[in-house]
């Protein structure tokens, strides 16, 4: 009913731009320049899930390997985003820059979880 209220009056045109728009984006998702910072913020919020479960997610005076890990794929992870826009926001402007927004919400979650948790 919603989709039927949605569509209703709108021409065909527009219906065919969503759909490109939707098949660019996932034609872009499957770079890896697009998909591997969402793997690593993934990756991050899954090990930030376990922590929490097992309760073992607390601040400790000497950092491990998690830190570690953290330390170097975040700004890893920026670069690959910014050289994803470098490379696809000129090609294909709005699915590139759709990528690009959802890729630094997963990375400000992820950096989120460790400033409120105090890590």
Do not use: N
Not at 90 to 110: H, S
Request: hydrophobic fraction near 60%; aromatic fraction near 10%.
């Amino acid at each position: 009913m919603l989709i039927e209220h949605m569509f209703v009056g709108q021409p065909l045109a527009s219906l065919v731009t969503l759909c490109y728009k939707a098949i660019a984006m996932v034609t872009l998702l499957r770079r890896p320049s697009a998909f591997l910072p969402l793997l690593i913020s993934s990756g991050f919020l899954i090990a930030f899930a376990i922590g929490i479960a097992h309760g073992t997610l607390v601040r400790q005076p000497d950092e491990g390997t998690g830190a570690h890990l953290f330390q170097l794929l975040m700004p890893l992870q920026m670069l690959v985003i910014a050289f994803f826009a470098y490379t696809w926001v000129p090609k294909m402007r709005y699915p590139a820059l759709a990528i690009v927004a959802l890729q630094c919400a997963a990375a400000l979650a992820v950096v989120a979880i460790v400033f409120f948790l105090g890590l």
